[in-house]
C-alpha cells in the first residue's frame, strides 16, 4: 500500500475517491475532528458529502484529524500527519488485492434509538450522553439491532525471508469495510438522501 501525502484535505479530495471505494453512487465517510465523530455519505452524482445534523458546517477540514472513505471495493484512509510542508496522508486499500487479513467487529456508540431526524437521519444515544447520527435507508431500526459496529479488516503483512529475520505474520494495516448491525447484517448506505421520504 502506497502512502500518499497532501498539502490539504477537503471535499473535492474525499469526493475523488468515491469511485476507489465502491461501484455504487454512495459511500460511507467515518470523520474524526475536535467536537465532532460521525459519520457522512459522500455522493458522486451530487458531488456532494452529506453531514448529519450534529457536524460543524462547514467540516473544518484543518482539524480533521482522521477520515475513512469506504465502500464493498476498499477503504480510502486519510490522516493528520502533523507536517507543515505535508499536513495529511492517506492510503487507498484496495480488498481484492488483499492477500491475508482478519475480519473483527467494533461497538459503536449507541443502544437505543433516541429519536429520528430529518429523513433520513437517526441519532443513537447512550445514557452517558454519547450520541452519533447515520443516515439510513431502514427506518425499522429498533434497540435489539444495536449496538451498530464496524466491520474491520486486519491485514496480515509478513517479515522478508532474509537471515536477520524471523518471517513472522503481523498486523500491518486496517480499514474499516462495512456497517452493520449487532447480528452482523450490513447495513446500506443511502444513495438517494432527501428530506422526506419518497
Not at 497532501?6 to 473535492?12: R, V
Not at 461501484?23 to 460521525?38: H, S, T
Not at 457522512?40 to 458529502?49: L, P, R, T, Y
Request: proline share 6%; hydrophobic share 35%.
Amino acid at each position: 500500500m502506497q502512502i500518499e501525502p497532501h498539502d490539504k484535505l477537503d471535499d473535492a479530495l474525499v469526493r475523488g475517491h468515491v469511485c476507489d471505494v465502491t461501484d455504487k453512487d454512495a459511500a460511507w465517510v467515518f470523520l474524526q475532528e475536535p467536537g465532532f465523530i460521525g459519520f457522512g455519505v459522500a455522493h458522486k452524482e451530487k458531488n456532494e458529502i452529506i453531514w448529519p445534523p450534529n457536524a460543524r458546517q462547514p467540516i473544518d477540514w484543518k482539524r480533521v484529524s482522521d477520515l475513512r472513505l469506504f465502500g464493498e471495493k476498499g477503504e480510502w484512509h486519510a490522516w493528520q500527519h502533523w507536517d507543515q510542508d505535508c499536513p495529511w496522508q492517506s492510503r487507498l486499500l484496495k480488498l481484492d488485492e488483499v492477500c491475508d487479513s482478519l475480519t473483527e467487529y467494533h461497538a459503536l456508540w449507541g443502544n437505543d434509538v433516541n429519536s429520528r431526524g430529518e429523513y433520513p437521519w437517526i441519532q443513537l444515544v447512550e445514557e452517558r450522553g454519547v450520541e452519533i447520527w447515520l443516515p439510513l435507508e431502514d427506518e425499522e431500526l429498533e434497540k435489539t439491532d444495536l449496538p451498530l459496529r464496524l466491520e474491520i479488516r486486519q491485514i496480515v503483512g509478513y517479515d522478508d525471508a532474509t537471515e536477520d529475520s524471523s518471517h513472522l505474520a503481523g498486523i500491518v494495516d486496517a480499514a474499516v469495510i462495512e456497517l452493520v448491525d449487532r447480528s452482523c447484517t450490513k447495513i446500506t448506505c443511502p444513495e438517494q438522501l432527501s428530506d422526506s421520504p419518497s
